[in-house]
Nanobody
Framework: QVQLVESGGGWVQTGGSLRLSCAAS????????MGWLRQAPGKEREFVAA????????NYTDSVKGRFTISRDNAENTVYLQMNSLKPEDTAVYYC?????????????????WGQGTQVTVSS
């Protein structure tokens, strides 16, 4: 089994920055792609960013390109999401997730392990 624990969420003003962390443990976590997904109140869960098993490839949803950066440290079994220039529309619960694929995927259905989520609130 895989356990994913997110941290780093919080409240920030528009234009501010936050760094989310995801500590992973369990089966061969460094073998699989990891992603960050989010869910705002009343909306479906959506893809934000993904990173391949070796960190060599990343993928972002259009609304965060140039503002968010995903990275991973396989030695520490940790995945990060650096979020800059935050906007009120970024407000959501952010989830760390592990895919059953080794390469990046933006399909929510291709993530089979999830953390408990961390709240990010951006005020205008």
């Amino acid at each position: 089994q895989v356990q994913l624990v997110e941290s780093g969420g919080g409240w920030v003003q528009t234009g501010g920055s936050l760094r989310l962390s995801c500590a992973a443990s369990g089966r061969a976590v460094s073998t699989y792609a990891m992603g960050w997904l989010r869910q705002a109140p009343g909306k479906e869960r959506e893809f934000v960013a993904a990173i391949s098993w070796n960190g060599g490839s990343t993928n972002y949803t259009d609304s965060v390109k140039g503002r968010f950066t995903i990275s991973r440290d396989n030695a520490e079994n940790t995945v990060y999401l650096q979020m800059n220039s935050l906007k009120p529309e970024d407000t959501a619960v952010y989830y760390c997730a592990q895919s059953w694929r080794g390469w990046c995927t933006n399909r929510v259905s291709e993530y089979n392990y999830w953390g408990q989520g961390t709240q990010v609130t951006v005020s205008s």
